[in-house]
């Protein structure tokens, strides 16, 4: 558990390229055909673009889903995946949430998910050849790449506003059976082993935000995440923010399940890792592709009403 943070300290409130999947398809609310202009040639419904809906799929094993929502005007969330084609290798996951309330939101964080999974991707530290010298090096991948992830935020947003471009950040490296993570605001990183394996669901990541210092001092965590500014974030990239160093930590599995990389528009609906962890169970088989699984998540979380952006990154160990 967290230790307690100062609630009245700084705080922001968050409510066509190579890396999308163009997909040609009919018009969801009537099967018509979509214009050049982008809108049903029957019903006149504006479809939706490749940033409001992409996916990602590098590899078998890997894959992530990036979702607009149902009540967003645009899709504000970033998702970043890369992995090796060897199930279970070596993959990187990078989840990141624009500040809805912040200008550029949703080119801030595409910025920073895409230069954080290129830090991620070219720098594969071994340490001094023990474990904790692994995690180590492959923790201070993660803080440079959260300082790439800031620095692209600054770089492609303007200067200026008294209401900087900002985002969270969330990641995993996936090496084998080891995880290393990190994450700065409330996008958030959970372990999954599958049901009747050894070893229980976690939440990883520990948010900087109102509600997990609420949930620090001994507030319920349902009430905490639906309590008055539940979504207000302590720490952001962004060109205004007092300190965008991650929170890292190591998990070794060492069973099969499914390490997950978030932003709020999923865990709203189901924040424990009990929860997350049932609710795959229930979309999921063994043998389920990632990307599947991943597209089921989100249109789990617009079911429930899609209130926010919705991202899912996914690696099946």
């Given at each position: 558990m967290a230790a307690p943070i100062d609630i009245t300290r700084s705080i922001k409130t968050e409510t066509e390229d190579e890396d999308t999947v163009v997909i040609t398809r009919p018009?969801?609310?009537?099967?018509?055909?979509?214009?050049?202009?982008?809108?049903?040639?029957t019903c006149g419904t504006?479809?939706?673009?490749?940033?409001?809906?992409?996916?990602?799929?590098?590899?078998?094993?890997?894959?992530?889903c990036c979702d607009r929502g149902v009540r967003h005007h645009?899709?504000?969330?970033?998702t970043a995946v890369a992995a090796e084609p060897a199930p279970g290798s070596r993959a990187v996951l990078v989840v990141c949430d624009g500040v809805s309330t912040s200008l550029d939101s949703?080119?801030?964080?595409?910025?920073?998910?895409?230069?954080?999974r290129e830090v991620l991707v070219a720098h594969r530290p071994a340490g001094l050849g023990t474990p904790a010298s692994r995690v180590a090096a492959m923790s201070n991948a993660v803080m440079q790449a959260a300082a790439s992830a800031n620095a692209a935020v600054i770089d492609t947003t303007a200067a200026g506003s008294d209401n900087?471009?900002?985002?969270?950040?969330?990641?995993?490296?996936v090496e084998g059976d080891l995880v290393v993570f990190g994450n700065v605001g409330d996008s958030r990183v959970y372990w999954l082993p599958d049901h009747g394996s050894s070893g229980e669901p976690i939440e990883l990541s520990v948010d900087d935000s109102v509600a997990q210092a609420r949930i620090a001092m001994g507030t319920p965590r349902d009430e905490a995440e639906k309590g008055p500014q539940a979504h207000?974030?302590?720490k952001w990239l962004g060109r205004d923010s007092p300190d965008f160093s991650p929170r890292t930590g190591s998990i070794t599995t060492g069973s099969p399940g499914w390490v997950l990389v978030c932003s709020d528009g999923l865990w709203n609906y189901a924040s424990e890792?009990?929860?997350i962890q049932s609710l795959v169970a229930e979309l999921s088989?063994?043998?389920s592709d990632p990307l599947g699984l991943a597209v089921a998540l989100v249109n789990w979380a617009n079911g429930c009403g899609g209130k926010d952006n919705i991202s899912v990154a996914l690696a099946r160990l």
């Amino acid at each position: 558990m967290a230790a307690p943070i100062d609630i009245t300290r700084s705080i922001k409130t968050e409510t066509e390229d190579e890396d999308t999947v163009v997909i040609t398809r009919p018009c969801a609310n009537c099967g018509g055909v979509i214009g050049p202009d982008g809108y049903c040639q029957t019903c006149g419904t504006r479809a939706p673009t490749e940033r409001d809906h992409y996916t990602e799929h590098p590899a078998s094993w890997v894959a992530a889903c990036c979702d607009r929502g149902v009540r967003h005007h645009r899709n504000e969330d970033a998702t970043a995946v890369a992995a090796e084609p060897a199930p279970g290798s070596r993959a990187v996951l990078v989840v990141c949430d624009g500040v809805s309330t912040s200008l550029d939101s949703d080119i801030a964080s595409l910025a920073a998910a895409r230069a954080a999974r290129e830090v991620l991707v070219a720098h594969r530290p071994a340490g001094l050849g023990t474990p904790a010298s692994r995690v180590a090096a492959m923790s201070n991948a993660v803080m440079q790449a959260a300082a790439s992830a800031n620095a692209a935020v600054i770089d492609t947003t303007a200067a200026g506003s008294d209401n900087a471009a900002s985002c969270t950040f969330a990641a995993a490296v996936v090496e084998g059976d080891l995880v290393v993570f990190g994450n700065v605001g409330d996008s958030r990183v959970y372990w999954l082993p599958d049901h009747g394996s050894s070893g229980e669901p976690i939440e990883l990541s520990v948010d900087d935000s109102v509600a997990q210092a609420r949930i620090a001092m001994g507030t319920p965590r349902d009430e905490a995440e639906k309590g008055p500014q539940a979504h207000a974030i302590t720490k952001w990239l962004g060109r205004d923010s007092p300190d965008f160093s991650p929170r890292t930590g190591s998990i070794t599995t060492g069973s099969p399940g499914w390490v997950l990389v978030c932003s709020d528009g999923l865990w709203n609906y189901a924040s424990e890792a009990a929860a997350i962890q049932s609710l795959v169970a229930e979309l999921s088989t063994p043998d389920s592709d990632p990307l599947g699984l991943a597209v089921a998540l989100v249109n789990w979380a617009n079911g429930c009403g899609g209130k926010d952006n919705i991202s899912v990154a996914l690696a099946r160990l």
